[in-house]
Each structure stands twice: as structure tokens, then as C-alpha cells.
């Protein structure tokens, strides 16, 4: 039951080339920085990655894509990299584009262990009715577009399938967990993270600080332990402020 392993390179050491990522965070917020980290260093490349966005310029998931190891992202906001930008539009990237709150549904249903659900989001455009580029060329010519996808009636209002999603593996940061991977998520920070875990096979979880078991009361838990099988206890240090934003001090007041 304690799945505690020493450091963010060993939970990563047995993913593959090839392999497919669950990843949590929405920008910089909740991201497994940690993990990422250790991912680049250890090598793996062609990998598939599925998050709310595939990092920002030079940072999160975007040192991957800067290093060459992301072949297909699947994702639903790429407008904050410009790196991401070119490989798409050169042909070395593959993206597929699904709607935020879908891909939040896709990610549950993938790990609640359903195939397929019915959503009105997309009916009438191109998410339903398929075309939307997912591959150019080198030259920038449209090689690969999204296919059309089922659209049913029920109750006279129009909705359209969208398969469940699943990954190899699972990469999540959390503010505390156990050593049975229970995990709690820190306010905004949770997003994407607790439907990444559900989503991976085996899911790696970075948390900030580690408690015993029972330390954690059970209406606490975001996540339970039975969807993690990886725990690296990894510290606060490593997050950043995506677009910090402050308003000018009033003359005269002192800081505290």
C-alpha cells in the first residue's frame, strides 16, 4: 500500500516512447513541474499528451514541446505557445482541438469507465460536422482533419458522441497525499487534475507535502488513493505566476 517511491526520476523512469499523458494544470496552475522535469531529462519522445493546454512558451508541458518529445497533443486552448504554433503549422506536431468542458467529460468517462457520452456542445460546428485541421504538411497544407461524428435527437434538441479518453499514464500535483495516494488539491489548483488521474492506467501524483495514512480526513480527499500508484513528495518550490497582475499602491502606504 505504500506507493511512495524516492524521487521524481524514478516515478518516471518506465515511461516510454510512444506512451500517451493525462496531464493536470490549467497554464502554470496545479502543473506537474516536477515530473515534467524529470520526463525531459529522462528522454522519452513521441509522446502523445492530453491536457487542458500543452503548456506555455518554454515552460510546463512546452519544455517537451521545445525539445522535440511531443508528436500529437490533444488539447483544448494552444493559443499561449507560440512554439506549438509553428510545429503544428510546419506538420511536426499533430493537435486535436475538443472543447474545455468536453475534455473535462472525456477525461471522467475515461475513468469512470464509460466509452462514450452525448454532449449539445459542438452540434453545428466543426467539432460535430468534422474539417478541422489536425495535421499539415511541411508546407503548410492540410493533410489530416477531424471526422465527422454521431449526432442523435433526444427530446427534440440535437447532441453529438464524443469517445471517452484514457492515457498510459497519469501525471498530477497535488498539495498533500498519503502514501496510499489519497491526494488533496489546493483551491484552483485542482482543475484538470483529478480527471488526469482518473485517467491514467498508472497514475504518477507530485505532491507538495506527504502525511500518513488517516492524517487526511475522508470528505477531504479530491482524489482517492485507488486511482494513484505513484507518490513523490516533491516540496511548495517550482510553481510560477503565468501573467502576474497587480494595481498601483496607494501614495503613502507602506508595505508590510
Known sequence: MDKVVASAAEAVADIG????LAVGGFGLCGVPVKLID??????ADRLTTISNNCGVDDAALGVLLYAGRISRTIS???GG????????????LEVELTPQGTLAERLRAGGAGIPAFYTPTGVGTMVADGGIPVRYDADGNV??????????????????????????FGLVRAAVGDR??????????????ALAGMAGRTTIAEVEQLVEPGEIAPEQVHLPGVFVQRVVEVGP???DIEKRTTRPRPAGQQEN
Do not use: C
Open 76 to 78: 483544448s486552448f494552444v
Open 180 to 193: 496510499h495516494g489519497n491526494l488533496v488539491f489546493h483551491a484552483s489548483a485542482g482543475n484538470f487534475n
Open 17 to 20: 516512447s510512444g506512451s500517451s
Open 143 to 168: 493533410v489530416e482533419t477531424s471526422r465527422p461524428k454521431e449526432i442523435r435527437e433526444f427530446d427534440g434538441r440535437q447532441y453529438v458522441l464524443e469517445t471517452a479518453l484514457t492515457a498510459d
Open 38 to 43: 524529470a520526463l525531459l531529462a529522462q528522454g
Open 81 to 92: 505557445n507560440k512554439e506549438l504554433a509553428r510545429l503544428y503549422l510546419s506538420g511536426q
Open 237 to 239: 518550490a517550482g510553481k
